[in-house]
């Protein structure tokens, strides 16, 4: 069987499979995707090769390390239903949204090698963003091959558990301010006269080549927001309708709201 079992075909689950074949970190042979539903496991098949499976427990025994991608509602009827199969102690990487890793703990015992990641699904394309911290048995070298993994797939950093709920509101519900802030980025070019097509590919450039400047020159985003708005300009008009309209405050809010859903899952 695999070395990489990946318990949950969702969006993440697949985000993950799939990024780390498109970075040649793993090949379609080496993983497995244990996905319950028929539908799904039919698509993952047919889009993407993998060897899929209705249950985890048939695969986990082979599996050095397993990705635990399902929501976290159902995470202790998976855990108890791959208890048995996990006997062997492989590398376990929950992307279970807001699960601790005492969750895991409870049900396999303290001896669990148990590394918990927050990624988000431009792992897809190899520009994911993660946070990851070490849990139960988990050793300072389980926690670098876990690092390893998700930076295949982009960037990814540790931190404290305590800090878990925060990355989950930042950058693991991103993608989706994001999304909706190209849709009305381009949606403004549409209002000014842009056709569709071409408002959507240069508010979606704009922002993939924003985001790039920041991380590649390393400077403040104020900085290089004052070096586009010249005095009297268009930019600075834009930039106080945005200040009217609480951009700021909303996004600050957004993280916040995320957060605090990730905390209440957690608890079960």
Do not use: W
């Not at 508010?203 to 010249?230: F, I």
């Not at 009297?232 to 809010?253: C, D, F, P, Y």
């Amino acid at each position: 069987m695999a070395e990489i079992l990946v318990v949950g075909g969702g969006n993440m689950g697949e985000a993950l499979a799939m990024g780390m074949v498109n970075s040649a970190y793993a090949k379609v042979d080496d993983i497995v995707i244990a996905e319950p539903v028929a539908e799904r496991a039919e698509y993952l098949r047919q889009t993407s090769g993998f060897h899929v499976v209705s249950n985890g427990a048939e695969a986990a025994p082979e599996a050095g390390k397993v990705v635990i991608a399902v929501k976290p509602q159902v995470l202790d009827v998976v855990l108890n239903g791959l208890k048995d199969a996990l006997s062997h102690r492989p590398l376990l990487i929950s992307v279970v949204a807001g699960a601790p890793t005492s969750r895991f703990t409870g049900i396999l015992g303290d001896e669990a090698r148990i590394v918990r990641v927050m990624p988000n699904t431009p792992a897809l394309v190899g520009e994911g963003a993660a946070g990851l911290c070490a849990g139960g048995g988990a050793s300072e070298s389980d926690l670098s091959q876990a690092k390893q993994l998700l930076e295949s797939v982009g960037k990814a950093v540790v931190l404290p558990e305590s800090l878990m709920d925060a990355v989950t509101g930042l950058s693991g519900s991103g993608p989706a301010y994001v999304f909706q802030f190209i849709e009305a980025l381009a949606d403004g070019g549409v209002r000014a006269g842009l056709p569709r097509e071409e408002a959507m590919l240069l508010a979606a450039q704009t922002v993939l080549g924003s985001a790039r400047m920041l991380l590649e020159t390393g400077e403040h985003p104020g900085r290089l927001k004052d070096m586009v708005a010249s005095p009297g300009g268009t930019t600075i008009a834009g930039l106080h309708a945005l200040e009217n309209g609480g951009l700021r405050s909303a996004v600050m809010n957004a993280v916040s709201a995320a957060a605090r859903r990730s905390e209440e899952l957690g608890r079960g």
